[in-house]
């Protein structure tokens, strides 16, 4: 059904700081885009049927900018560690097994079952460096009903035998293999190209990957500036480059008319902030992550001022969970500390704010996705607040807030993507 209409308590973000609320009202799909939403509904849509979820929340669907598929099943694990240490102890090993397809498959449908059931509509999702294990990945996806970008990873050095590709020249050819073999078989799943970071990238890989996103007009995604560790890492592996996104930017992997979102973005030197803003690459900001693997806190105020686009990421397995509700409760704690122990003159995040960056923020990626604004794609959740136990007689803003802070999948009743409803059982 592309033709409808939902009725209830809608809340959708406008911009950073605005939140549009109807209550009782009226929210148009016509083929799958919104056409509107009203307090009475027009005339020209009464022939529509109505899903009457009066006294729910009818929001947009959430939009994940980064996560990692095959590091699902360690979800919670080596929290005690740095990055470093933990790729080493617990990812490398983890996505190594995804050459086996049976273990692949087993994983993946965990992880797709698990998102599909969650508020996230939207994913741009790292896999592993496994030609065969990716396609599956993007089977899986393509049948959920979600709309994701996904990556076949690249890596020819600094990682464990087992995992890292042989040469530039055998990461490339890999790579041209997956494109040529997910080409036209998808309407909702679509490639990028996924450099994992510098470190594991050599500089004849990256050239390459450059020359391949400008033959195939493909986005990029990354990791820049997570850790003060990796930073020193990649500054001496790369002593060309300015900064560490300078050393995306030379082989033409960094924004521009390349869409680029680079998860992290905690350690930004002056230099690199005024090249991801001048690129305008995206940030994929990853709180819980970044707390959990002591990384340090992103400057989400700064970027917010300075527009640069800032959406949020799950990074599932640094962050324990796929719902972008939980990053936004993160994000907001996370900038509390920014401002108390930083820089006390960058306001902690809002409400409103952290529900923009979890919707039309990390939207924007997508095109026209992330608001219910006339025009833009129909993703929405409709959502079941009245089940979370507490005050009642609450403002649509505060109930949202104890939605971004209390709710899980449970309270979720339906869910639509481009239009269409994605079973939830």
Excluded at 65 to 81: E, I, K, N, T
Excluded at 83 to 101: G, S, V
Excluded at 307 to 330: C, K, Q
Aim: proline share 6%; aromatic share 10%; hydrophobic share 45%.
């Amino acid at each position: 059904m592309h033709n409808f209409i939902l009725k209830g308590d809608i809340c959708y973000s406008t911009a950073p700081t605005s939140l549009e609320i109807f209550e009782g009202g009226y929210l148009v799909c016509l083929d799958g885009t919104c056409a509107g939403v009203f307090v009475d509904l027009p005339e020209q849509y009464r022939d529509l049927s109505v899903i009457d979820c009066s006294g729910q929340l009818i929001v947009p669907g959430l939009v994940d900018l980064h996560v990692h598929a095959p590091q699902f099943p360690f979800r919670s694990l080596g929290m005690d560690l740095e990055l470093i240490c933990w790729l080493n102890t617990h990812t490398f090993p983890e996505e190594a097994k995804y050459m086996d397809l049976a273990y692949a498959a087993s994983a993946y449908r965990a992880f797709v079952d698990d998102v599909r059931r969650g508020p996230n509509t939207r994913a741009v999702i790292f896999a592993t460096r496994h030609v065969p294990a990716t396609a599956l990945l993007m089977d899986l996806l393509e049948a959920s009903g979600l709309v994701t970008m996904v990556g076949k990873v690249n890596m020819d050095r600094h990682a464990p035998p087992d995992l890292v590709e042989i040469d530039a020249a055998t990461s490339l050819a890999d790579t041209r293999a997956w494109l040529a073999e997910v080409a036209g078989r998808y309407q909702r799943v679509s490639p990028i190209l996924t450099p994992r970071f510098i470190p594991a990238c050599s500089d004849a890989l990256m050239a390459g990957l450059g020359e391949i996103q400008r033959e195939f007009g493909l986005p990029v995604q990354s990791h820049l500036s997570e850790n003060p560790a990796e930073v020193d890492w990649v500054m001496g592996l790369r002593p060309d480059a300015e900064s560490y996104g300078h050393a995306y930017y030379k082989n033409g992997l960094f924004g521009g008319s390349v869409p680029t979102v680079m998860a992290h973005c905690v350690w930004p030197s002056a230099g690199e902030f005024a090249l991801m803003k001048r690129q305008k690459v995206w940030v994929a900001h990853c709180p819980q992550s970044n707390t959990n693997l002591a990384s340090g806190i992103a400057p989400v105020r700064r970027y917010l001022e300075a527009e640069i686009p800032v959406g949020l990421g799950s990074d599932v397995a640094a962050g324990a969970h796929t719902s972008i509700f939980r990053a936004m409760e993160d994000a907001i704690g996370a900038s509390k500390l920014y401002w108390r122990l930083v820089d006390s003159d960058a306001a902690p995040l809002t409400l409103a704010e952290a529900f923009y960056l979890g919707t039309l923020g990390g939207g924007r990626f997508f095109g026209a996705v992330g608001s219910f604004l006339p025009g833009f794609e129909f993703d929405a959740l409709v959502i079941d607040d009245a089940v979370i136990p507490g005050r009642v007689g609450l403002s649509i803003p505060d109930r949202l807030a104890r939605v971004a802070h209390l709710s899980d999948a449970r309270q979720i009743r339906r869910k639509f993507v481009r239009g269409i409803e994605i079973g939830l059982e």
